[in-house]
Nanobody, 127 residues
Framework: QLKVVESGGGSVQPGGSLNVSCSVF????????IGWFRQAPGKGREGVSC????????NYVSSVKGRFTISRDNYRNEVVLQMNMLEPEDIAVYYC????????????????????WGRGTRVTVSA
């Protein structure tokens, strides 16, 4: 059974840090581009960051550049989105998605490219 599973998330104060992680089951992480998406209350799904199969290609939405870092360890079956300087605007459910295609920075933040999706993990930022 092919599955994408997110973990981490939680609640932090503004300016705080949090990591969310993604693992896959039923297929090999090394073969897949991974994207992180988020959906804030009352808004549509937004591409946050993505990473190529070898980890050398990454892309970020402008609102998180300099604050978020994506990384992967294929041997540990894990992709981590490290989120620093969190703001109330970052409140959302964060989703991990996977697809086996040639990485292209220009498209990897588009949700329609992805085949497999996790169920999401909630991130809350409040004082």
């Amino acid at each position: 059974q092919l599955k994408v599973v997110e973990s981490g998330g939680g609640s932090v104060q503004p300016g705080g840090s949090l990591n969310v992680s993604c693992s896959v089951f039923g297929f090999h992480l090394k073969d897949y581009v991974i994207g992180w998406f988020r959906q804030a209350p009352g808004k549509g799904r937004e591409g946050v960051s993505c990473i190529s199969q070898d980890g050398f290609g990454t892309n970020y939405v402008s609102s998180v550049k300099g604050r978020f870092t994506i990384s992967r360890d294929n041997y540990r079956n894990e992709v981590v989105l490290q989120m620093n300087m969190l703001e109330p605007e970052d409140i959302a459910v964060y989703y991990c998605a996977a697809r086996s295609f040639d990485y292209r920075a220009g498209v990897c933040l588009a949700s329609h490219w992805y085949t497999y999706w996790g169920r999401g993990t909630r991130v809350t930022v409040s004082a």
